[in-house]
């Protein structure tokens, strides 16, 4: 059974903080990881894909792996209102069927 | 459109009626998911289907949920005999094979009265 955990949260963070989201996964072969934020009533949307170990930033986002430790994060730097959220990690293996964790819901206080 | 498309948005059925839900994904996307959320839930996985290869069912609660699709197009799942725990969002993702890049519908929310 290929498991993806998350913190269901909430995750609160002051305006301008940064959010730490976490996440693991079970399969070892897993190849592709990827962070969906899902809004309130609407359908979860891709912002972060990430491939190799290591760091990979895209504005105020960062996703970072670790696959000796199964270890997925997502960082929100400067954090908005406009980012409260609930944040869903997927895994990939080779091409296979993504599976998503439960996700974290993320509350930006001003 | 460019995007996965749902239809139909919102159905309202009553207990024991069976419902159809259509989804047609983004043209020469081979992998297709259905999922089923609950209100304040997380995704629940349901069907997957990649090409011509056989679907993995394993996620479908019961024999009454069933999903068909027509080559590499539009995808149809059906249930049986609604009862209201039925009731939720039902989204449809697609991605192109190999990428796991998935991209979702706007959902159907199912209301089982």
């Known amino acids: 059974q290929k498991e993806v955990e998350q913190n269901s949260g909430p995750l609160s963070v002051p305006e301008g903080a940064i959010a730490s989201l976490n996440c693991t996964y079970s399969d070892r072969g897993s190849q592709s990881f990827f962070w969906y934020r899902q809004y309130s009533g609407k359908s979860p949307e891709l912002i972060m894909s990430i491939y190799s170990n290591g760091d990979k930033e895209d504005g105020r986002f960062t996703a970072q792996l670790n696959k000796a430790s199964q270890y997925v994060s997502l960082l929100i730097r400067d954090s908005q209102p406009s980012d409260s959220a609930t944040y869903l990690c997927?895994?990939?293996?080779?091409?296979?069927?993504?599976?998503f964790g439960g996700g974290t819901r993320l509350m930006v206080k001003p | 459109g460019a995007g996965v498309s749902q239809s139909p948005s919102n159905k309202v059925t009553e207990k024991g009626k069976d419902v159809e839900l259509r989804c047609d994904p983004i043209?020469?996307?081979?992998?297709l998911y259905w999922y089923r959320q609950r209100l304040g839930q997380g995704l629940e996985f349901l069907i997957y289907?990649?090409?011509?290869?056989?679907?993995?069912k394993s996620g479908l609660p019961s024999d009454r949920f069933s999903a068909e699709r027509t080559g590499e197009s539009v995808s149809t799942l059906t249930i049986q005999r609604t009862q209201q725990e039925d009731s939720a969002v039902y989204l449809c993702?697609?991605?192109?094979?190999?990428?796991?890049?998935?991209?979702f519908g706007q959902g159907t929310r199912l209301t089982v009265v």
């Open positions: 043209s020469g996307h081979t992998a």
């Open positions: 289907f990649q090409g011509n290869s056989a679907p993995d």
């Open positions: 997927a895994v990939d293996n080779a091409g296979n069927m993504l599976t």
């Open positions: 993702a697609s991605s192109l094979s190999g990428t796991g890049r998935a991209f």
